[in-house]
């Protein structure tokens, strides 16, 4: 494994907060930062991957993937981010054409 060490200063009051909050949670400091850390990474990954959307900038499939949700969970995030959907023919026969023809179904 490839660690590294990432070291920051945060106010007395915050230091006991972050403690308080690994004690409930069963963590030790540590293991709740990397929580928090993973947590805001992925926010803040969504965030950009819908701001993006919005501005139609990229695609609804370009988003999920920024944001490593399926296309499925962030159908579900864009009425809740007040956004519309941006889909029109010529993605739907894009889409069409991705999907493999089973003559079986």
């Known amino acids: ?4 060490t ?19 949670m069963g963590l030790d ?14 926010d803040i990954q969504t ?6 959307y919005r501005q139609g900038t990229i695609s609804l499939s ?3 993937e920024i944001a490593g949700l399926s296309i499925r969970d962030i159908l579900i ?5 007040s956004i519309e959907l941006n889909y029109d023919l010529r993605e ?5 054409e991705s999907v493999a023809y089973d003559p079986d179904c």
């Open 1 to 4: 494994m490839n660690n590294v």
């Open 6 to 24: 990432i070291s920051t200063r945060v106010e007395k009051g915050e230091a006991e907060k972050i403690d308080a909050l690994a004690g409930e």
């Open 29 to 42: 400091r540590g293991a709740l930062l990397k929580h928090l850390i993973l947590k805001g990474d992925s």
């Open 47 to 52: 965030e950009r991957a819908l701001r993006a």
């Open 62 to 64: 370009r988003a999920a």
């Open 77 to 81: 995030r864009l009425p809740e981010e």
């Open 92 to 96: 739907l026969e894009r889409d069409l």
